[in-house]
C-alpha cells in the first residue's frame, strides 16, 4: 500500500483488463519515473479516445465518424458481411488482407454463465442489415470457444431463413482461444477454408 497518488494510480491501473495487482504497480512506478511529455502523450491519448471515438452506426465498430473507415470505403463489396465479436476481431481479421466485404460487430458472444443472451449483443442490428437484401453472404468468425461457437450457431440458426450462403472459420485455429491470437498466416487460411453451415 502506497500514499495518496500513487496508490489511487495502482488502484485504476488494477482494474484493466489483464493487469494484475504486480503489473499494475510496475507501470505506476513506470510512469512515476518517465519523462512529464511522455506521460502527457499517454494522458493525451486517454482524452482522445475519450472525446473523439465512437462506435459506426452501421457495423458498430469503432470510428471517428458517423461511420467506420471500413464501411466508408466504397471498394468494400457490400454482398458479404463477416461477423465477429468485438472490434479487435476485426483488426486481426483485417491484417490477414483475405476479407474485401464490410463486418458486424456483435460487441461479445452468447454466454449463459455471464448471463448473456442474443438481446444483449447487436443481433437485432445485425438483421436488419441483412433484410436489404444486398447481403448473399454471411461468415460467422465469432472466437473459437465455448461462447463463440454457440453464437456462431444461434445466428446460423436465425438466418436459415433467409437464405444466405453462411459459413463459419475453418478449423485450425487454435481451440479455446481468442481470435486475435491467431496468427495473420492461421487466420488467412482458416477465412479461405470457410465452411458453410447448413442450418
Ligand atoms: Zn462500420
Excluded at 470505403?73 to 483475405?98: F, G, H, Q, S
Excluded at 453472404?137 to 438466418?159: F, M, S
Amino acid at each position: 500500500m502506497y500514499e495518496g497518488a500513487v496508490q489511487d494510480l495502482i488502484d485504476e491501473l488494477g482494474r484493466l483488463p489483464g493487469v494484475g495487482p504486480k503489473s499494475a504497480q510496475r507501470i505506476a512506478f513506470h510512469l512515476l519515473a518517465a519523462e512529464s511529455a511522455d506521460v502527457g502523450r499517454l494522458v493525451a491519448a486517454l482524452q482522445r479516445v475519450q472525446a473523439e471515438v465512437r462506435f459506426c452506426v452501421t457495423c458498430h465498430n469503432v470510428a471517428e465518424a458517423e461511420q467506420c473507415r471500413i464501411c466508408r470505403d466504397p471498394r468494400r463489396t457490400l454482398d458479404v458481411i463477416c461477423v465477429v465479436e468485438e472490434p479487435k476481431d476485426v483488426v486481426a481479421i483485417e491484417r490477414t488482407r483475405e476479407f474485401k466485404g464490410r463486418y458486424h460487430v456483435l460487441g461479445g458472444a452468447i454466454s449463459p454463465i455471464e448471463g448473456i443472451g442474443p438481446d444483449d449483443l447487436r443481433v437485432k442490428e445485425l438483421m436488419t442489415r441483412l433484410m436489404d437484401g444486398q447481403v448473399t453472404e454471411l461468415i460467422i468468425a465469432t472466437d473459437p470457444n465455448l461462447e463463440g461457437e454457440a453464437t456462431a450457431a444461434y445466428l446460423a440458426r436465425l438466418v436459415g431463413p433467409l437464405g444466405l450462403a453462411v459459413s463459419r472459420l475453418a478449423s485450425g485455429l487454435p481451440v479455446g482461444g481468442d481470435l486475435e491470437y491467431a496468427d495473420e498466416v492461421t487466420l488467412g487460411r482458416a477465412f479461405e477454408g470457410r465452411r458453410r453451415i447448413d442450418a
